[in-house]
């Protein structure tokens, strides 16, 4: 059974003079890690509000369709009862952080829960440590940069181990490498824990390589879903103005201009490097 | 002109987050100030329109010293626009955003509606004219913010990652945006982490670590230079890392441009011979 289905979901933002998401029907199984992208103001951050409940419960507003999270009917539940099946990442950490240290934000869900005093202690120190930002656990969330917060709202969320874990751009403000560390470690429950993954993204540079199932959305509908590598094989994809990872582009290119380099379209720079190397008999 | 010599910061809290930075913006230049978090790359910019004044070391745009003017002297000129755009909206419609700077600098009011029109079509923002920017995306309230600064049009712009939230579309609007200002002759600095935008944008680009300068050069050397990048948290564009794989069979390292790329991969294909 999948473990998010949407059916006909079509949203509209209190006093909003037309539908944020339109007739968005979409399925997740569990253990997948989906990308989710498309131009700015597509819908993706309304549809991610959505998985837990906070539309329409907390936005209000008009929510027509069905949804179901980890077989809960979203429009019976509380967001808090979501809270255990899904956890937020939000746009900008400044929204959801709010304790007077790091480490206090990060064992707040927890302590909600009830679990015991030891073993918050246990899951905040993995999560600080997963997020690189365990010196900083007695700091004011207030007082650090812009991608500090960012990992103290990732930790926050990888402490409480939900189910389905949805980030919103979550690394927008981090630099490359920090960013990619912060991808393999969710990569990393994706695969050994099968923790399912929802990402929304714009720079599939970084991110195309972890997905097995791309979602493309365009003026608050879903328009492609599937196999990423189809989906960034095709021209209208490239039109819609979706940022195709450079790797991708340039096998597409060599392709369309006579040389075709072999194997399945590629979604890093390694796979089209080792295709070019085979394809130049080095391999 | 900016010009910042052997400039030190630090915040309240000591922490010293510039430890003795020289550099000199010159006029109608494209810089890109790359570096990881903590590097005081915002921090620098800050000092750019006086924003932050420096411990010690100066600070002078165009041969004026920022320690000796004000920031709304120095605002006219150069125009700065914030990594969080949170920080700096506040108004109740896209259009009375826009127009406050304006309005503050003392524009007419028919100067001031042409510009408000200007800068909402330059940054496809019509359709949200009498909008809340609150109720926009965070890529579209990023933009609001830029278009609120462009409106003034100032001398200088200093932009604290602004391809964050966009999406590939609005980085390429952005990418031309900003050769159209060089054709003005307008000087840009730009604090990204973007390695692809800097890429496709190939500007002057300057790496920043734990508070000093640590490689500065043309964007296809710096980011084609693994240890100076790697020592910045920032990872090579793709086309580098594709081509530094590539170079055991001889192909070149340096190479950031996908057409240039696709060229030497044909060249060395159609001649059946490695480079």
Excluded at chain 1, 100 to 129: C, M, Q, T, Y
Excluded at chain 1, 180 to 185: L, P
Aim: with cysteine; proline share 4%.
């Amino acid at each position: 059974m999948a473990i998010i289905e949407t059916k006909n979901l079509t949203y509209t933002y209190p006093a909003a003079a037309k539908p944020s998401i339109l007739d968005v029907s979409i399925k997740v199984e569990k253990g997948e890690f989906v990308l989710i992208t498309g131009p700015s103001g597509c819908g993706k951050t309304t549809l991610c509000r959505c998985f837990n409940g906070l539309i329409p419960h907390f936005y209000q507003g008009d929510l027509k369709g069905e949804i179901t999270v980890a077989g809960e009917d979203v429009l019976k539940r509380h967001t808090y009862e979501m809270a255990r099946h899904v956890g937020l990442v939000f746009q900008n950490p400044e929204n959801q952080l709010f304790a007077l240290s790091v480490e206090k934000d990060v064992a707040f869900g927890l302590e909600n829960f009830g679990v015991p005093r030891e073993e918050i202690r246990k899951e905040v120190d993995w999560a600080l440590n997963q997020t690189g930002i365990y010196d900083l656990r007695e700091r004011s969330p207030h007082e650090i940069s812009g991608g500090q917060q960012q990992r103290v709202a990732i930790a926050a969320v990888l402490a409480m181990e939900p189910e389905i874990i949805v980030l919103d751009e979550p690394t927008s403000f981090l630099d490359p490498l920090s960013a990619q560390k912060i991808f393999d470690v969710i990569y990393d429950l994706n695969r050994k824990q099968g923790i399912t993954v929802i990402l929304v993204e714009h720079r599939l540079d970084l991110t195309a390589k972890y997905t097995n199932h791309l979602v493309v959305m365009d003026e608050g509908k879903v328009r492609f879903e599937g196999n990423p590598r189809e989906i960034l094989s095709t021209e209208e994809t490239r039109l819609m103005g979706v940022g195709i990872p450079k790797a991708t582009l340039l096998y597409l290119m060599l392709k369309r201009d006579g040389f075709g380099v072999g194997g399945n379209t590629p979604l890093s720079s390694e796979e089209l490097a080792d295709q070019l190397l085979e394809a130049f008999g080095a391999k | 002109m900016i010009e910042a010599k052997d400039v030190h910061f630090c915040y309240a809290n000591k922490v010293e987050a510039l430890k003795g930075v020289s550099l000199t913006v010159k006029d109608g230049e494209f810089l890109a100030i790359m570096g990881q978090n903590g590097a005081g790359k915002s921090t620098f910019v800050k000092h750019f329109n006086g924003l932050l004044k420096p411990s010690s070391g100066t600070v002078l745009v165009d041969g004026v010293e920022t320690t000796k003017t004000s920031v709304a002297a120095l605002a006219r000129n150069v125009g700065f626009v914030f990594q969080n755009p949170d920080h700096q909206l506040f108004s109740e419609t896209v259009e009375d955003e826009i127009a406050f700077g304006l309005k503050n600098f003392g524009f007419q009011p028919d100067a001031v509606e042409k510009r408000v029109t200007w800068a909402l079509e330059l940054l496809s923002l019509s359709q949200y004219r009498k909008t809340s920017p609150f109720l926009l995306s965070g890529g579209e309230r990023k933009r609001v913010a830029l278009a609120s600064v462009l409106a003034w049009d100032p001398k200088m712009l200093i932009l604290d990652e602004p391809t964050i939230g966009q999406d590939h579309e609005q980085k390429e609007k952005l990418n031309q945006f900003i050769l159209q200002l060089q054709e003005q002759g307008k000087t840009v600095v730009i604090v990204t982490h973007d390695v692809e935008f800097v890429a496709e944008c190939n500007p002057r680009v300057v790496l920043m670590k734990e508070g000093k300068i640590i490689a500065e050069g043309v964007g296809k050397e710096i980011l084609t230079n693994p240890q100076a990048l790697a020592e910045s948290s920032i990872v090579l564009p793709q086309i580098a890392q594709v081509f530094t794989k590539l170079s055991s069979l001889g192909f070149p390292k340096n190479v950031i441009d996908i057409y240039e790329a696709e060229k030497i991969i044909l060249n060395a294909k159609e001649s059946k011979q490695l480079p």
